[in-house]
């Protein structure tokens, strides 16, 4: 047997009155902080943001380091990490040629959750402190090994200041320059 629908009805509260007057209140809100000089929009690459240590942002890869445990694509929940067959030459033996696995990201599919740099044995993986790098297609976010073991370039540096978003209890989220 269906479910019996039963419809309650509000109570009006106020009347015209009320309505025009909570308009008139949002309104002066919205003026309030239009005019407002202290806003919290980044003017981008004139200011950039300086995060705090321990900020995940773009992961770059050491190859010395690496000893091919696969451990960080194993981990990684977006699959974003895979491992690529690199043919090298052993100094030992330099007449035969063996094959290593090295990661390669893809930051399509990236998270930033860390993972990956968390449960490397021998820190082959490290974060950058930032993440505003812009790629011209998506092609350009899936990284080669060569470019996976670049720092990615960040030419906000070099052209802005650095600034750091702050909560304050009154204000709520202001912007401070370094």
Do not use: W
Not at 28 to 50: C, H, M, N
Request: aromatic share 10%; net charge positive.
């Amino acid at each position: 047997m269906p479910a019996r629908v039963s419809l309650k009805s509000l109570k009006r509260r106020g009347g015209l009155f009320e309505g025009i007057k909570s308009n008139i209140q949002a309104l002066a809100v919205g003026v309030k902080y239009f005019i407002d000089p202290q806003r919290s929009t980044l003017l981008y690459p004139k200011e950039y943001i300086e995060h705090r240590p321990g900020y995940r942002g773009f992961i770059v890869f050491i190859k010395d380091k690496c000893i091919s445990c696969a451990a960080c694509a194993r981990i990684c929940p977006s699959a974003a990490m895979k491992m690529v067959r690199v043919t090298e030459v052993d100094p030992k033996h330099p007449d035969k040629p063996r094959q290593k696995q090295y990661p390669v990201i893809n930051y399509q599919r990236c998270i930033f959750c860390g993972y990956c740099v968390d449960i490397c044995p021998t820190e082959a993986l490290y974060h950058t402190p930032f993440q505003d790098v812009v790629y011209e297609s998506l092609a350009d976010m899936f990284l080669t090994l060569e470019a996976f073991q670049l720092e990615p370039g960040r030419p906000s540096v070099s052209e802005g200041s650095p600034v750091v978003y702050e909560v304050d209890e009154e204000r709520g989220l202001i912007k401070r320059r370094r």
